[in-house]
């Protein structure tokens, strides 16, 4: 089985993301619900297809990114010229 990476931030209705009261956005052992029509397809599409999927969010107060005075990014953009971009790996 596959586990896809896939980033994604806070856009209702199609992302709707939840944590737990008093929980760390980056904290991976929290409970977070995921709801909203992407998860609904991407559900559907993984337990069709046999995959798993972790979902990767921008720091808080960031989303999709924006061009910084200095050339930089920051959020998802950020993320991605920085190369850490999740990527699919084998599970057992």
């Not at 760390?24 to 397809?41: M, Q």
Request: charged residues 20%; negative net charge.
């Amino acid at each position: 089985m596959y586990c896809l990476g896939i980033f994604c931030c806070q856009f209702p209705p199609w992302q709707v993301i939840v944590h737990p009261e008093g929980g760390d956005e980056n904290d991976e052992e929290t409970n977070v619900t995921y709801s909203g029509l992407l998860f609904e397809v991407l559900n559907h599409m993984a337990k069709d297809l046999n995959f798993t999927f972790k979902v990767v969010e921008p720091r808080q107060g960031e989303t999709w990114g924006t061009l910084q005075s200095d050339g930089s990014w920051n959020g998802m953009m950020k993320m991605i010229a920085e190369n850490k971009v999740p990527s699919r790996s084998h599970l057992n």
